[in-house]
């Protein structure tokens, strides 16, 4: 994984999948907000919704993979940049992986179950994968704090 220094782009992205990331704390739902940007512009933006939707796919990551998928009228969004606030977990890494997204930005990492490193990682015939840009740690002290108020409030 890479962490590098984060451009004002990253950080304006990061800041938007923030404002999601509090707003699914606020509805009561684990507070991970995702955007989806293709050419500079974001083509969705949503958070986590599974209590919402009784839906156990309605991960931020999932929505908006989804909703630019039917935008963009096709399912290989290799030409875009996912923003989200939490390491994906094993099952919206397969679906990033899937989608074959060019790059992905996260802010807080997740020890006990991000999935980006090892997923990604999967060596494969060129023609069956598609390498995935990864960067860590975007506004992350931010993405941890909101992440830790919601489960202090819940205990």
Same mark, same amino acid.
């Given at each position: 994984?890479?962490?590098?220094?984060?451009?004002?782009?990253? =950080?304006?992205?990061?800041?938007?999948?923030?404002?999601?990331? =509090?707003?699914?704390?606020?509805?009561?739902?684990?507070?991970?907000?995702?955007?989806?940007?293709?050419?500079?512009?974001?083509?969705?933006?949503?958070?986590?919704? =599974?209590?919402?939707?009784?839906?156990?796919?309605?991960?931020?990551?999932?929505?908006?993979?989804?909703?630019?998928?039917?935008?963009?009228?096709?399912?290989?969004?290799?030409?875009?940049?996912?923003?989200?606030?939490?390491?994906?977990?094993?099952?919206?890494?397969?679906?990033?992986?899937?989608?074959?997204?060019? =790059?992905?930005?996260?802010?807080?990492?997740?020890?006990?179950?991000?999935?980006?490193?090892?997923?990604?990682?999967?060596?494969?015939?060129?023609?069956?994968?598609?390498?995935?840009?990864?960067?860590?740690?975007?506004?992350?002290?931010?993405?941890?704090?909101?992440?830790?108020?919601?489960?202090?409030?819940?205990?």
């Amino acid at each position: 994984m890479s962490q590098v220094l984060s451009s004002p782009e990253d =950080r304006h992205y990061m800041e938007i999948a923030l404002q999601e990331a =509090r707003r699914a704390a606020q509805e009561g739902e684990i507070p991970v907000g995702a955007v989806l940007v293709h050419d500079g512009k974001i083509i969705a933006q949503d958070h986590n919704r =599974r209590e919402q939707l009784q839906d156990a796919t309605a991960h931020a990551e999932i929505l908006v993979i989804r909703h630019s998928c039917e935008v963009l009228k096709r399912w290989r969004l290799s030409d875009t940049t996912l923003y989200v606030t939490l390491e994906p977990c094993p099952m919206c890494a397969g679906a990033i992986w899937n989608a074959r997204i060019g =790059r992905v930005v996260f802010g807080a990492g997740d020890s006990a179950a991000g999935a980006c490193g090892s997923l990604f990682q999967i060596p494969a015939h060129p023609a069956l994968h598609q390498p995935i840009e990864l960067t860590a740690g975007v506004e992350e002290a931010t993405c941890k704090k909101i992440l830790q108020e919601f489960l202090k409030a819940r205990r």
